[in-house]
């Protein structure tokens, strides 16, 4: 007789009194019996440990206490954790009823799980987002093929606490999870897709995919040159390079569409240069020619 998994669930936290006991009741209330919950809190001054004290004796492990930010409090977590499967929940979202028996029946022997999310917004909005096309290969190039969504994305605990420093890189704030799956799905790609959803993404104006988009990119860009000088990943080298230059083009028109001056042409020229297949699709050619203040009415 199989032995059912268990599910380890790492809650990074900082200042989500509003939201985190939602977060946590979603995951405590799931009917599945084998799991274990682990919050790991960055030194919150809200409400948030008050209400950490009130499961006391319900969750795992939990402690609050600074930390270098979100990855390094995920890979404290990974540390403690036991169980066989494991994601983390950001302490602003929620699992959906009956997400982690659904996660447990359709692991078997692959290496991972894949489900939909839905965002979601204040005001009522709702988005389905499903993972597709995730390889290493995929998540370098990143084409409209490949998606990931990091709530539904659900992975073997020995695998990762085996190669935590490596993987789950401490100085990155916005990519690190980009940067676990590369490394994760080069060894380990044997994926199940789920069709139903599993978790809700909460966007609101304190988080970090609201507040900070415009960062990732930078992040993403520090984690395509680490893999592209690893020799484990030669073979990904011309798909990194491609994958630089579309990054480098893209921050670089943010900054001349952030300045209060016309771009010169020289500038145009030079942005022009790092890529010119991502200038050349429709939305960004009519960018560049909003930099140059030109009429195209």
Known sequence: MTTAPTISIIMPSLNQGPFIREAIESILGQSYPHKELIVIDGGSTDATLDILSEFQGKLAYWTSEPDAGQAE????????????????????????????????????????VAAPVIDFTMDGQEKLRSSRGLSARGLIEMHRSTRFQQPGIWLRRTTLQAHLDEWLPADLRYAFDLALYINYFHWHPRIVYLQDPIARFRLHAGSKSVKEKSKFESDYMAVIERISSDPDFSCYLPSCRRRIKQLKFRIKLRELEERDTAASLSSLASLIWLHPASFLRGRNIMRVLKLCQLDIS
């Open 73 to 112: 409090a995920i890979a404290k977590g990974l540390r403690r954790s036991r169980g066989d499967i494991v994601n983390w929940i950001n302490s602003d979202d929620v699992l959906i009823d009956g997400a982690l028996t659904r996660i447990a029946e359709a692991f078997g022997d692959a290496d991972a």
